[in-house]
T-cell receptor, first 110, second 111 residues
Framework: QKEVEQNSGPLSVPEGAIASLNCTYSDRGSQSFFWYRQYSGKSPELIMFIYSNGDKEDGRFTAQLNKASQYVSLLIRDSQPSDSATYLCAVSSNDYKLSFGAGTTVTVRA | DAMVIQNPRYQVTQFGKPVTLSCSQTLNHNVMYWYQQKSSQAPKLLFHYYDKDFNNEADTPDNFQSRRPNTSFCFLDIRSPGLGDAAMYLC??????????FGPGTRLTVL
């Protein structure tokens, strides 16, 4: 059983602050790591993917991966009210399947 | 724009009445997935097709079936929906083991 755990929410941050989301996974064979954003009542939207150790930046989003610690994180800089959503961490082990965490709900206060 | 399309967006059915949900994609991806997502839960994989090869998850009830007549289309058939099958059904596609892209989902209500 592949376990993916995310820090429990909800996470409330003021507008303009950094939101930090954490995710750990149990399968050391995991190779691909994804962050999806899901607004209430909508489908998941891919916002970041990372395959190698280190940081990957895309606009206000930075994904960080540490395979030795089996840890992946997402930083949202300059948080905006439109970032209020549930963020799902997903992990793949090259078997065409995604293992999802339970999600962290982020609320950005104006 | 390349995309994943699901129809209908909302489906209401009666207890025990068969229902079919459809998914189409213009991404030309070879892998298609069906997920079930209930409120405040992560998506749960039901099955996936790698090209024409069907892969069922061990805990997917027999009540759920799928068809993929060609690369672009995939169907989810629920033979006898129960109240517990009310959920959002999500179709996703990927090229091999790369990132998955989700359609907008079909919200199923069972009366």
């Amino acid at each position: 059983q592949k376990e993916v755990e995310q820090n429990s929410g909800p996470l409330s941050v003021p507008e303009g602050a950094i939101a930090s989301l954490n995710c750990t996974y149990s399968d050391r064979g995991s190779q691909s790591f994804f962050w999806y954003r899901q607004y209430s009542g909508k489908s998941p939207e891919l916002i970041m993917f990372i395959y190698s150790n280190g940081d990957k930046e895309d606009g206000r989003f930075t994904a960080q991966l540490n395979k030795a610690s089996q840890y992946v994180s997402l930083l949202i800089r300059d948080s905006q009210p439109s970032d209020s959503a549930t963020y799902l961490c997903a992990v793949s082990s090259n078997d065409y399947k995604l293992s999802f965490g339970a999600g962290t709900t982020v609320t950005v206060r104006a | 724009d390349a995309m994943v399309i699901q129809n209908p967006r909302y489906q209401v059915t009666q207890f025990g009445k068969p229902v079919t949900l459809s998914c189409s994609q213009t991404l030309n991806h070879n892998v298609m997935y069906w997920y079930q997502q209930k409120s405040s839960q992560a998506p749960k994989l039901l099955f996936h097709y790698y090209d024409k090869d069907f892969n069922n998850e061990a805990d997917t009830p027999d009540n759920f079936q799928s068809r993929r007549p060609n690369t672009s289309f995939c169907f989810l058939d629920i033979r006898s929906p129960g109240l517990g099958d009310a959920a959002m059904y999500l179709c996703a596609t990927s090229r091999d083991n790369e990132e998955q892209f989700f359609g907008p989902g079909t919200r199923l209500t069972v009366l």
